[in-house]
């Protein structure tokens, strides 16, 4: 007696092909969704560092007489600014090392080596409108427009752009902005003169912390030296 077993039917190559297609078709959709949503979640990081870093600002100022730090010296006795805020954050760096403490960094920085992820404002005037770097700290009174006026920025990255590995590089004293061609709709690369705020770190523009120490992002195009001019 013979039994009748139902022969089982597997996938054919087309119906193989198109289910493959449309994983192809899903994953296409899908990359760019989860793409978009990993650089958000590293804009909302970075954002959330500079607030701190603005709370350790505030509490420095207070403590000193409302000065905050502007341009570091290499070699010279101005340190730059987030050594002196350390003892004002609320992550406490392991062996006075600023290089462990998390918010000096932007997660959307390429270099994940580069130490010092934002530019501070060193913007200063000799009196007939020319540009110089203000190295000596500044009394918050002085600024007119504390909350259009940026004091830190998203550090540019590129082969122009130093890496700062440690506190004592030469190179700490490129972490500042005190000229036009350093503002990100400057196309110079030069070491010195080059762009040094960040022209697309986030989406078209980069993040700033303002001297009222508020947060926001800021367009490329829309940057201009009057927000980076401390005491017009």
């Known amino acids: 007696m013979f039994i009748n077993v139902p022969k089982r039917r597997g996938f054919t190559l087309i119906e193989l092909l198109v289910v493959i297609s449309i994983i192809a ?7 760019p969704v989860l793409r978009k949503a990993r650089e958000q979640g590293k ?7 500079l607030r701190q870093i ?3 600002a505030n509490f420095y100022a207070e403590h000193y007489g409302l000065l905050i730090p502007r341009s570091a010296e290499w070699g010279g006795n101005i340190k730059p600014w987030f050594q002196l805020f350390m003892p004002f954050l609320s992550q ?10 998390k918010i000096f960094r932007c997660p ?7 130490t010092v992820c934002f530019v501070v404002n060193g913007w200063g005037h000799d009196g007939d409108d020319r540009w110089r770097m203000q ?8 600024c ?4 259009t006026t940026i004091y830190l920025a998203d550090n540019e990255d590129g082969p122009w752009r130093t890496i700062i590995k440690k506190a004592t590089d030469r190179d700490v004293t490129r972490c500042d902005v005190f000229r036009p061609s350093h503002l990100p709709d400057s196309d110079s690369e030069d070491i010195t003169g080059g ?6 770190r986030h989406k078209n523009g980069c993040n700033c912390l303002f001297l009222d120490w508020h947060v926001g992002w800021m367009a490329a195009e829309e940057m201009t030296t009057d927000m980076w001019n401390y005491n017009e």
């Open 43 to 49: 804009d909302v990081v970075c954002r959330n560092n």
């Open 108 to 114: 959307s920085y390429p270099d994940k080596e580069q």
């Open 195 to 200: 762009r040094r705020v960040a022209k697309a």
């Open 92 to 101: 406490k760096a392991v062996r006075d090392d600023y290089r462990n403490v």
């Open 54 to 56: 603005g709370m350790a």
């Open 135 to 142: 190295g000596t700290p500044t009394r918050l009174t002085e």
């Open 144 to 147: 007119p427009r504390p909350a």
């Open 25 to 31: 078709l899903l994953m296409g959709i899908l990359m």
